[in-house]
C-alpha cells in the first residue's frame, strides 16, 4: 500500500490568536479575605489550543484562575465570547475574528499573537504535486479567511493562477484566473476537511485537526 503523506510543503501561516469581546466574563475583583481568585474563562477547541490554556493556568500569578472551556467548532467558541459567557478565547487568526464580527455584529479584538503555525495540502494517493491528475478533486475550507490561505498556497506553488488585482488572501474560486489542470474546487467546512481527504486528491488542512489522521505539515516520506 502507498504511503500516506503530504505533498506540498507549506509555509508558516498567520499567528493563532487570543480574542477578547467588550464585555468579560470575569470583570469580578480577587476576595483577599475569603481566598477566592478571579476565574478567566477561556474558550478553546482543540489541542494545541487547549494545551496552551491549560499552560497559561499552571503559570498564572496568584489570585487568579484561568479556566478552559472546551467547545466543539469556532463558531461556537467565538459566540459563547461575544455573548460574555468567557472572557476569552485561544482559536483563530485575526482574519477568521474579523470575518465573523461581520457576519455576525460582534465586536471581538485580537489582543495577543500566540504562535504561528504551518499549514499544508495532503493527499491520500499521490506523493508528489507534480502528479496531480488532470480534474483532480481539491478540498479547501469553505469560510473567507481560510479559502484565500489555501488557494494562495496553490496559486504559490503554480497549481493555479489569481487574479493580481485581487488580495490573495480575499480571492475565491471565481479569482482563479488559470487553471490549467482543471481541478475541481469542493469547499467545506474546516471540520470537515479530514472526510474529504478520503474522498478528495489534495485537502487543505490545520496540522491541529490532520494529526487525528496521523499526518503532520512536516511528515516525511
Not at 490568536?17 to 481566598?35: F, R, T, V
Not at 478571579?38 to 494545551?51: E, G
Not at 496552551?52 to 479556566?67: C, L, P, R, S
Amino acid at each position: 500500500m502507498k504511503k500516506t503523506r503530504a505533498v506540498l510543503a507549506a509555509a508558516a501561516l498567520g499567528a493563532a490568536l487570543l480574542a477578547s469581546a467588550c464585555a468579560p466574563a470575569a470583570e469580578q475583583k480577587p476576595d483577599a479575605a475569603a481566598g477566592e481568585p478571579v476565574i478567566i474563562k477561556v474558550a478553546a477547541v482543540q489541542a494545541p489550543m487547549t494545551d496552551v490554556v491549560e499552560a497559561a493556568g499552571e503559570a498564572i500569578e496568584d489570585g487568579y484562575e484561568v479556566q478552559l472551556v472546551e467547545v466543539a467548532d469556532y463558531v461556537t467558541a467565538n459566540t459563547i465570547l461575544a455573548s460574555g459567557d468567557v472572557y476569552a478565547n485561544f482559536s483563530q487568526h485575526v482574519p477568521y475574528m474579523e470575518t465573523f464580527n461581520e457576519g455576525n455584529d460582534a465586536n471581538l479584538v485580537g489582543v495577543q499573537p500566540v504562535y504561528n503555525f504551518v499549514i499544508a495540502f495532503y493527499s491520500k494517493t499521490l506523493d508528489d504535486i507534480a502528479d496531480l491528475p488532470d480534474g483532480a478533486k481539491v478540498a479547501i475550507p469553505d469560510d473567507p479567511s481560510n479559502t484565500g490561505r489555501a488557494l494562495k498556497l496553490l496559486a504559490a506553488n503554480d497549481i493555479i493562477a489569481l487574479d493580481p488585482e485581487v488580495d490573495p488572501y480575499a480571492s475565491t474560486v471565481k479569482d482563479i484566473t488559470e487553471n490549467p489542470k482543471n481541478l475541481e474546487f469542493i469547499q467545506v467546512p474546516i471540520s470537515s476537511l479530514n472526510a474529504a481527504y478520503e474522498e478528495a486528491d489534495l485537502v487543505f488542512q490545520w496540522p491541529s485537526h490532520i494529526k487525528a489522521l496521523g499526518l503532520t505539515p512536516r511528515r516525511t516520506a
